[in-house]
């Protein structure tokens, strides 16, 4: 994890004294500008801090943000996946709850809870969550939302659901990866071995594969003794991934 830089102490002050900067017009609109732009900063700065890994000092900018604007809905939500990372769920729920509150029509934030709530196994709330930002007619990429939604039901586990939510997914974008692998795995785990070869090819038609994909291609075609469509898989697995655990696994078993 690379070093965070480190900000002298008098940056904050600069920062909270920007918001009581006045004009010499007497313009009450200059405060506000300078509140905004404070916030932003400390925003930007907590949101760097994060990706970085250094969660204490992303949490105070993001703290000091929502001080100065507590309007900010997007600190609210980086807050909240913080505060997660620090292992503070309590907190966490809280600033999730607050990021809907300040922008109740971001079904982006509506679906990073409905995964917190996945998490902490509120599968009740998270399915409230999940279908909110699903049905939401701006989220051209609801099919992204019903998959983890169906993700989280197998969690649960409700596979029926989880099914059902895959399917929409499917009808919203045919060819949508992370949707068809589901459901080949859904499938799999029901030993319905046609089906889940059906929905493994039709995932190899529109997308690239890992090692890992290969090698459950592999498997479902022997649990099929369908020996010409194992070896298939194999030869292709070794062929374009021959330094991965799973190659050294079928050639270890031949």
């Given at each position: 994890m690379r070093p965070s830089n480190l900000f002298v102490a008098g940056m904050i002050s600069i920062f909270l004294m920007a918001g009581c900067v006045t004009s010499t017009t007497g313009s009450i609109t200059e405060p506000v500008r300078d509140n905004k732009a404070a916030a932003s900063t400390n925003y930007q700065l907590g949101a760097r801090y994060y990706q970085q890994g250094s969660y204490e000092l992303a949490r105070d900018r993001l703290l000091l943000a929502l001080e100065i604007d507590p309007t900010m809905g997007d600190a609210y939500t980086t807050l909240a996946l913080t505060y997660e990372a620090l292992d503070v769920p309590r907190l966490a729920k809280q600033a999730y709850e607050d990021a809907i509150r300040v922008?109740?029509?971001?079904?982006?934030?509506?679906?990073?809870y409905a995964v917190f709530l996945c998490r902490q196994k509120d599968y009740i709330q998270a399915t409230k969550y999940f279908d909110r930002a699903a049905t939401h007619t701006e989220n051209d990429d609801s099919q992204i939302t019903l998959t983890n939604a169906g993700v989280c039901m197998v969690q649960k586990p409700d596979l029926?659901?989880?099914?059902?939510?895959?399917?929409?997914?499917?009808?919203r974008k045919p060819n949508?990866?992370?949707?068809?692998?589901?459901?080949c795995?859904?499938?799999?785990?029901?030993?319905?071995y046609l089906s889940a070869r059906a929905f493994l090819q039709r995932y190899l038609?529109?997308?690239?594969?890992?090692a890992g994909i290969l090698y459950l291609g592999s498997r479902i075609e022997d649990l099929l003794d369908n020996d010409r469509g194992r070896v298939e898989f194999e030869d292709r697995l070794i062929r374009e991934f021959p330094?991965?655990?799973?190659?050294?696994?079928?050639?270890?078993?031949?």
């Open positions: 922008k109740p029509k971001d079904f982006v934030v509506q679906n990073t029926d659901a989880a099914e059902s939510y895959f399917r929409r997914a499917l009808d949508y990866g992370e949707a068809l692998l589901q459901m795995l859904l499938k799999y785990q029901a030993e319905d038609s529109a997308n690239v594969p890992t330094t991965s655990p799973e190659a050294r696994k079928v050639l270890g078993s031949g």
